[in-house]
């Protein structure tokens, strides 16, 4: 079975500046999706990222930025110039190809972002 | 405009009811989903739809009962409540193709008391 860890409940950063958080997956599949999903107090769930795993290169959209290792398993999520916007859980989550495929998701990271 | 739906956003009842809630989707999606997100804000598959056709049950208690009418909707029925039963239900739809990105609605915060 598919297991998705992220070993931070909680992280913190100061707006503009850097934060990555971490994540680690296990599978034995080589053909699979890796997605970054943000919850803010609002609990909508949206989707900030999305890496292919037959994609050696990273995703990047705007602010956000993975480092995807395949043979290490592991998809970090880094974030650029943090904004107090950006405070909410991460989750990390993990998806097989194919029909109807359910997404596995990591424990989550409590992001805060302060002054 | 809203691409997944659920209603009621809010739900309190009393143990031993049974309640529904229901989701709507006009993307245009052939899958959708049910999770539950725990106290601990932990998310978990409870079923998935294809084409109104139930292709995932994740060991869901036969209380929680899962209806199709056609592929835009995705009820969720729930019989004889239990105090267990306290989540929020997230509503989620997906494209029948490999690249899987799940549209979720806003959610259903169930309080059963």
């Known amino acids: 079975a598919q297991t998705v860890t992220q070993s931070q409940p909680e992280m913190s950063v100061q707006e503009a500046e850097t934060v990555t958080l971490s994540c680690t997956y296990d599978t034995s599949e080589s053909d699979y999706y890796l997605f970054w999903y943000k919850q803010p107090p609002s609990r909508q769930m949206i989707l900030v990222i999305r890496?292919?795993?037959?994609?050696?290169q990273n995703a990047t959209e705007n602010r956000f930025s993975v480092n995807f290792q395949k043979a290490a398993k592991s998809f970090s999520l880094k974030i650029s110039d943090s904004q107090l916007g950006d405070a909410a859980m991460y989750f990390c989550?993990?998806?097989?190809?194919?029909?109807?495929?359910?997404?596995?998701f990591g424990t989550g990271t409590r992001l805060q972002v302060t002054l | 405009d809203t691409a997944v739906s659920q209603t009621p956003k809010y739900l309190v009842t009393q143990m031993g009811n049974d309640k529904s809630i229901k989701c709507e989707q006009n993307?245009?999606?052939?899958?959708m989903y049910w999770y539950k997100q725990d106290s601990k804000k932990f998310l978990k598959i409870m079923f998935s739809?294809?084409?109104?056709?139930?292709?995932i049950n994740e060991t869901v208690p036969n209380r929680f009962s899962p209806k199709s009418p056609d592929k835009a909707h995705l009820n969720l029925h729930i019989n004889s409540l239990e105090l267990g039963d306290s989540a929020v239900y997230f509503c989620?739809?997906?494209?029948?193709?490999?690249?899987?990105?799940?549209?979720f609605g806003q959610g259903t915060r169930l309080t059963v008391v």
């Open positions: 989550a993990y998806s097989l190809t194919g029909t109807a495929s359910k997404l596995t």
């Open positions: 989620a739809s997906s494209q029948n193709t490999g690249n899987t990105e799940a549209f």
């Open positions: 993307l245009g999606h052939d899958t």
């Open positions: 739809y294809n084409n109104k056709e139930l292709i």
């Open positions: 890496q292919e795993a037959y994609k050696q």
